[in-house]
């Protein structure tokens, strides 16, 4: 069965250019010209990864991303200006899994999207983390606390299986993007802090004194490991 993309963006052209391309390469592609459309899609429809341009008329793709994320935990690769940092930093702020700057090749753009879909889907089979009263189901993408289910974004996702991985040992927020699959992000070290923080408030981490996600000023973040 064909993976199926959700290509939300205004350009004509560069639809017909990607739709061909990636048919050829086993995906199904359908087109959105619009922010409202490419929601709308998204309801009715059902698909594996979103292609979302950052600079549309109307609603950007920014707005776009904040409101697919409000319902779906769906993989989004956001399409970016060249040298737009601001863009990044946003997107991957507010939940977009990726991002990739244009002009781009398509076959750079069958990477990503690739890159992306392992992520969502991992091939480790059966690997489960368990981290005091954390527990992480890593093909199935589902973290509880306490037995509560945790909803997060695919990169809060990532970032906790880094931690999680190694409780008690500081993780350096470059190694984190690195294990995320985000290793060629240059976005500075705001995005992890930002999700960081988003990560502490879904798990019930006190922000102001977090004891379970603790900062090592100028380094990382270290797991807490549960006492024995």
């Known amino acids: ?3 199926r993309v959700l290509l939300i963006d205004d350009d004509v052209r560069l639809f017909d250019l990607l739709s061909s391309y990636l048919e050829q390469n086993g995906f199904h592609v359908t087109g959105a010209p619009d922010g409202p459309r490419g929601l709308a899609a998204l309801e ?13 008329p109307g609603m950007d793709g920014i707005e776009v991303c904040r409101r697919i994320r409000q319902k779906n935990t769906i993989p989004v690769l956001m399409l970016t200006a060249r040298g737009d940092e601001t863009d990044r930093v946003v997107g991957l702020e507010i939940g977009a899994d990726d991002y990739i700057a244009k002009p781009f090749s ?14 969502a889907r991992p091939e480790v ?17 589902v973290v509880t606390r306490a037995g509560e289910l945790v909803e997060l974004t695919g990169l809060e996702f990532d970032l906790l299986c880094a931690l999680a991985r190694r409780p008690g040992r500081v993780v350096a927020r470059d190694a984190m993007l690195s294990e995320a699959g985000r290793g060629d992000v240059i976005v500075g070290e705001r995005t ?11 798990l019930g981490d006190d922000p102001r004194s977090p004891r379970l996600i603790k900062t090592v000023r100028g380094v990382g973040y270290v797991l807490a490991k549960e006492k024995s």
Do not use: C, N, W
């Open 1 to 3: 069965m064909a993976l």
């Open 44 to 56: 009715t429809g059902i698909f594996d990864v979103v292609l979302l341009d950052v600079m549309m």
């Open 106 to 119: 398509p076959r750079e753009l069958l990477a990503r999207i690739k890159a992306v879909l392992r992520r």
């Open 125 to 141: 089979a059966g690997e489960r983390i368990v981290a005091g009263d954390i527990v992480i189901d890593v093909p199935g993408r």
């Open 192 to 202: 992890v802090d930002v999700h960081i923080s988003h990560l502490r408030q879904k």
